[in-house]
Each structure stands twice: as C-alpha cells, then as structure tokens.
C-alpha cells in the first residue's frame, strides 16, 4: 500500500482533514496584513514645512483660522510648476508682496529657500499617523520608507532559507507553532517601536517568521490530503490570502493609527499558537525522519477522528514498514540543499521554478507596494486588488484541475506580462484603463502563486520538500527585494520599470513549459521516485509517437488545453 492509499484507509479527506485545512488557514489570513501593511502604516500623506516666522503663529491641525492659514502659506511656502505647494522647502523670510491680488505667483527657486528647518505639518485627514510622519521619512529621508520594506522582505528571505531546513529536520508542527509565537512577539514589538532602526529590526524578524508560517502551513495540508483533492486544498489556502487584503483594508480604514493597526494585524498569532499544538504532524515526515512508533500514533489518531477507529486500530508497525518502505529507507540518508541540483530531474525542476517564483514575486510587489500612485482612496484601490482574486483563482483553480498545472502557472505569468507590458502604450490621461491593467496583470500573478504553491509541492520529493519550498521561497523573496529598487530604473526611461516588470513574467513562462505536469500523479517521496517518474514519461511518450501519426501526436498538446 501506497501512503495514499493509507490516507484513503483511515478517512481520505475526513473530518479531521476539514478541520485540519480550517485552522491551517487561519494563519494565512493575516499574512496578506504583514506583506503589504506598509500601503497603510508607511503612507505618505500631503505635507509641507511647519511655518513659525510670522509672530511665532503656526498652521497646524488646530488652527481654526482657514483664512489666515491660506495666507500665511501663501507667503511662507514656494509652489512648483503645478501650483502645488512644495514639500520640502520654505521661504526663509516672509514674502508679503504675494499678498497684493495683483501679485504673480511666483516659483519658490527665484527666492530666497531653504529646507524644512523646523519639521513638517501633515495632512492628519486619512491617516492620523504614520511611521512617516512619526519619524519624519520625507523629503531627504524618503528613501528611509523603501528601506524599511526591503528589510522586511530580506527577513522573509532569510526566513525561507532557515525555516526551510529547519522543518525538514525537526519537523512542520514545531517549526508553525515556533513561528506563530516569533510573528506575535515580533509584530506586537513592532508597534512599540521607539525609533526606525528599532522597528527595522522587528519587522526582519516578523518577516522571517511569515516564512515559517507560510511554508509549514502549505506543507502540513498537502501531506495530509489525498491527491485528488490536493488542488482544492490549495484554492482554499490561496484564498485565504486574497480574504486577508480585505481583511487589511477595513482595519486600515477602522484603526489609521499605524501603532494600534501594527498591534491588530500581530496580536491574534498569539491564539494561533496556543492551538497550534492540537496540529497533527505530517506522518511523511515521521516516516522519513524514522519516527515509524509516532506514524502509527498520528495515523491512528486521524483515523478516529474520522470515524475509522476499527481501520486505525488495524494498523500496525509491520503494516507500516510495509507500506512506507520508500520512506522509512530515505530516514537512512541525510539529504542536504545540494540535493535539489544532484540529479538531472531535480535539477531541471529547481532551476525552471527559480524562474517562477522571482519572476512571480518581482512583478507582484513592484505592482502591490505603490498603491498611492493611482489617485484614487488607496481602501477603494486594496479592496479592488482583493477582488480580483477571486475569479482569477478560481479560473485557475479549474484550470489546475481540468488541464494541469503546467499549462496554468505558464498562462498567468505570460498573461500578466502582457498586461503590464500593454500600459506602456496607453496614455498616462487614460488611468482607468491603466489601472484596469494593472489589476488585470495582478489577478494573474495572484492565480501563479496560487499555482506555483501546490505545483512545488508536488514536484519535489518528500525528502526534499521543504528545502526545496524554502528555496524557491528565497528567490521570491529576492523578487520582492529588487522589486523597488526597479523604480529607480525610471529616471533613464519612464517605461523601463514596466519593460522590466512584463518581461520577467514573460520569460518565466516560456521556461515553465519544461517542467513536468502533475496533475493527478502521487506524491513523490524519494529523489529515485522523481527519476523513475521521468523515465515512465519518457517510455510512454516514445510509445505514443511510435503508434500515434506525426500530424497526430503534434496536436496532442492542444486537445489537452481545450
């Protein structure tokens, strides 16, 4: 017996199944909060100089005086070409004259400026604070806020590279309850954070904590549900995600405190660690790991939750070593990082999927992270990135399903870049129509992570699983690092960061199509399963061309996308 038949044995997707994907996503919920909060916590709302020149008077929030306010700006602050109040500089004396009706405004650069001396007075009506305006990240320190962002994502990253290993050798259920414990003592630090360096630091460690988090959840639901439902299992967890954005708009728009949202978005990771102990570990993992005393023990626990309990009881340690000999044999050999490029299938896997989850992650977050940019309730504009989710996972969910993996993941990514690289040629008047690109090219990014989170997961051997994830996972994460520093790009041609972000997709794509498809294939648990898995395509594909016409067999590939 096959540890798929097993699980067909003792409930196939029971109760305990239910149960088990129910409180598995709980976690995923809030983890959409962490990766994009800064939308919300590091926005920049609209300042200028704080005024204190004429008769130490000031403009600030609790002046009631509009009349006086509008005058005293007219004459302390200069205006750039649009007639916009410039945001870093001040008249260094008061220009009175701009008060005669019959004065020209005139540009601040034809007198007398300086910077910002005294700080700045922000616009409180959105948000009534930032970490922006905390700490005063504008003007000179305006990069300060893309820095805090790429040191979050450098704690995803380094997150996925220790989380990863760490879980394949002492197993998922302790590493998901150690990194729901790290992500609600570090979140919840976060909000106490009396300075920037301080609140960096908290950030890198929730980051590396959402790794954990992320991985081990993906991982304990796919190693305890049966192949055929695999790809629902993941739907559910991709929409989980996409739940959480909405979720983070309306506490965004409910808390605009950025220390009290930080604190709502961390502190309920303290509740999924204490039920994070009821979780069941993956009897894979037990078996690879040689623990075939504490399988039996899962096993029959999932049995009797299921209402198996006779089927569970049946089983024994012979019946066991039996059935998972191909795991139990691989507990005898370590397996290390350098086994995802040892063979030749395994590496021709690792290598396309780096491609994927870059390219996936570098064009998401360089669309997801600059909400502000489309001038429009920056709520309105989240909920909107949520929405679109919906039918985009969906459509993929189906075409997981129908047509397979490989087909899916290479359409979204082609998909996406095609609708980023589209906005370089419409006209920057016409924002509806780029905005409805843009979450065009978002939907589909969101339906190729959904894709590629079950994809990986039933490419790589369970021996290697979760090194492999933990891999992957870094590459996107350095996608999510770059991602920023691409806007920069601009200052040479304003297209170049779009050229830059439709391109990658695009590629990555076309590398898709040199990996396996998957789809309704068990779950391999060795490096030999993988091998002897290429070897069968390779027998059955010269055995179609031998009995199938050439005109034939060409059209093979198009009846299976129809």
Not at 155 to 160: F, S
Not at 230 to 245: E, F, H, L, N, P
Not at 524 to 536: A, F, G, L, N
């Given at each position: 017996?096959?540890?798929?038949?097993?699980?067909?044995?003792?409930?196939?997707?029971?109760?305990?199944?239910?149960?088990?994907?129910?409180?598995?996503?709980?976690?995923?919920?809030?983890?959409a909060?962490?990766?994009?909060?800064?939308?919300?916590?590091?926005a920049?709302?609209?300042?200028?100089?704080?005024?204190?020149?004429?008769?130490?008077?000031?403009?600030?929030?609790n002046?009631?005086?509009?009349?006086?306010?509008?005058?005293?700006?007219?004459?302390?602050?200069?205006?750039?070409?649009?007639?916009?109040?410039?945001?870093?500089?001040?008249?260094?004396?008061?220009?009175?004259?701009?008060?005669?009706?019959?004065?020209?405004?005139?540009?601040?650069?034809?007198?007398?400026?300086?910077?910002?001396?005294d700080?700045?007075?922000?616009?409180?009506?959105?948000?009534?604070?930032t970490?922006?305006?905390?700490?005063?990240?504008?003007?000179?320190?305006?990069?300060?806020?893309?820095?805090a962002?790429?040191?979050?994502?450098a704690?995803?990253?380094?997150?996925?590279i220790?989380?990863?290993?760490?879980?394949?050798?002492?197993?998922?259920?302790?590493?998901?309850?150690?990194?729901?414990?790290?992500?609600?003592?570090?979140?919840?630090?976060?909000?106490?954070?009396?300075?920037?360096?301080?609140y960096?630091?908290?950030?890198?460690?929730?980051g590396m904590?959402?790794?954990?988090?992320?991985?081990?959840?993906?991982?304990?639901?796919?190693?305890?549900?049966?192949?055929?439902?695999?790809?629902?299992?993941?739907?559910?967890?991709?929409?989980?995600?996409?739940?959480?954005?909405?979720?983070l708009?309306?506490?965004?728009?409910?808390?605009?405190?950025?220390?009290?949202l930080?604190?709502?978005?961390?502190?309920?990771?303290?509740?999924?660690?204490?039920?994070?102990?009821?979780?069941?570990?993956?009897?894979?993992?037990?078996?690879?790991?040689?623990?075939?005393?504490?399988?039996?023990?899962?096993?029959?626990?999932?049995?009797?939750?299921?209402?198996?309990?006779?089927?569970?009881?049946?089983?024994?340690?012979e019946?066991?070593?039996?059935?998972?000999?191909?795991?139990?044999?691989?507990?005898?050999?370590?397996?290390?990082?350098?086994d995802?490029?040892?063979?030749?299938?395994?590496?021709?896997?690792?290598?396309c999927?780096?491609?994927?989850?870059?390219?996936?992650?570098?064009?998401?977050?360089?669309?997801?992270?600059?909400?502000?940019?489309?001038g429009?309730?920056?709520?309105?504009?989240?909920?909107?990135?949520?929405?679109?989710?919906?039918?985009?996972?969906l459509i993929?969910?189906?075409?997981?399903?129908?047509?397979?993996?490989?087909?899916?993941?290479a359409?979204?990514?082609?998909?996406?870049?095609?609708?980023?690289?589209?906005n370089?040629?419409?006209?920057?008047?016409?924002?509806?129509?780029r905005?409805?690109?843009?979450?065009?090219?978002?939907?589909?990014?969101?339906?190729s992570?959904?894709?590629?989170?079950?994809?990986?997961?039933?490419?790589?051997?369970?021996?290697?699983?979760?090194?492999?994830m933990?891999?992957?996972?870094?590459?996107?994460?350095?996608?999510?690092?770059?991602?920023?520093?691409?806007?920069?790009?601009?200052?040479y041609l304003?297209s170049?960061?779009?050229?830059?972000?439709?391109?990658?997709?695009?590629?990555?794509?076309?590398t898709?199509?040199?990996?396996?498809?998957?789809?309704?294939?068990?779950?391999?648990?060795?490096?030999?399963?993988?091998?002897?898995?290429?070897?069968?395509?390779?027998?059955?594909?010269?055995?179609?061309?031998?009995?199938?016409?050439?005109k034939?067999?060409?059209?093979?590939?198009?009846?299976?996308?129809?």
């Open positions: 017996m096959t540890f798929a038949e097993l699980l067909e044995l003792v409930g196939s997707m029971g109760r305990f199944q239910i149960i088990h994907v129910m409180l598995l996503v709980l976690p995923i919920l809030l983890m909060s962490h990766n994009i909060l800064q939308n919300f916590t590091a920049t709302p609209g300042h200028h100089c704080h005024i204190a020149i004429v008769a130490n008077y000031t403009c600030d929030d002046f009631t005086d509009v009349l006086y306010c509008q005058e005293l700006l007219r004459i302390s602050i200069p205006v750039d070409g649009n007639q916009q109040l410039e945001k870093c500089l001040r008249f260094i004396s008061a220009q009175w004259q701009l008060l005669d009706p019959n004065a020209t405004t005139t540009n601040g650069t034809e007198m007398d400026t300086e910077p910002c001396m700080g700045w007075i922000y616009d409180k009506s959105v948000f009534t604070s970490i922006i305006t905390e700490w005063d990240l504008v003007c000179g320190s305006r990069t300060l806020k893309q820095m962002q790429s040191i979050y994502m704690g995803v990253l380094v997150g996925a220790v989380f990863g290993s760490l879980s394949d050798k002492f197993g998922r259920k302790s590493l998901l309850i150690w990194s729901c414990l790290q992500m609600a003592i570090a979140g919840s630090c976060t909000a106490f954070s009396s300075n920037f360096t301080i960096c630091v908290f950030r890198f460690l929730t904590a959402l790794s954990g988090i992320n991985l081990n959840c993906v991982s304990l639901s796919v190693e305890w549900t049966p192949t055929k439902l695999r790809a629902a299992v993941g739907m559910v967890t991709g929409y989980s995600y996409s739940i959480g954005q909405f979720i708009a309306g506490l965004a728009y409910v808390i605009p405190d950025w220390r009290w930080q604190l709502a978005v961390s502190v309920p990771y303290f509740i999924f660690f204490f039920y994070g102990w009821w979780f069941t570990e993956s009897a894979r993992w037990l078996a690879t790991a040689g623990k075939l005393n504490q399988a039996l023990k899962e096993m029959q626990k999932v049995a009797r939750i299921n209402g198996r309990k006779e089927e569970g009881d049946k089983l024994s340690i019946d066991l070593r039996a059935s998972l000999q191909k795991e139990m044999s691989s507990a005898k050999s370590t397996h290390t990082a350098a995802l490029v040892r063979t030749e299938s395994v590496r021709r896997i690792s290598c999927l780096c491609f994927v989850w870059f390219s996936t992650s570098f064009a998401y977050y360089g669309l997801a992270m600059d909400l502000q940019n489309f429009v309730s920056i709520y309105l504009i989240q909920v909107v990135y949520g929405a679109v989710d919906i039918p985009a996972k993929g969910f189906f075409m997981i399903s129908f047509i397979g993996r490989r087909v899916t993941q359409s979204a990514l082609i998909l996406a870049g095609l609708a980023i690289l589209a370089i040629f419409v006209p920057q008047d016409l924002q509806t129509l905005t409805l690109l843009a979450v065009f090219g978002k939907g589909c990014l969101a339906a992570f959904n894709c590629a989170f079950l994809y990986t997961g039933e490419l790589y051997p369970t021996v290697i699983r979760q090194t492999g933990g891999f992957v996972n870094t590459l996107a994460r350095v996608g999510g690092i770059v991602a920023p520093l691409v806007q920069m790009t601009s200052e304003p170049l960061p779009l050229i830059i972000y439709g391109a990658a997709p695009i590629v990555s794509g076309i898709t199509c040199f990996l396996p498809e998957t789809r309704n294939m068990p779950l391999p648990d060795t490096i030999e399963d993988v091998e002897r898995q290429r070897r069968s395509r390779v027998i059955t594909d010269v055995g179609r061309e031998d009995k199938v016409p050439l034939a067999s060409r059209l093979e590939p198009l009846k299976e996308i129809i």
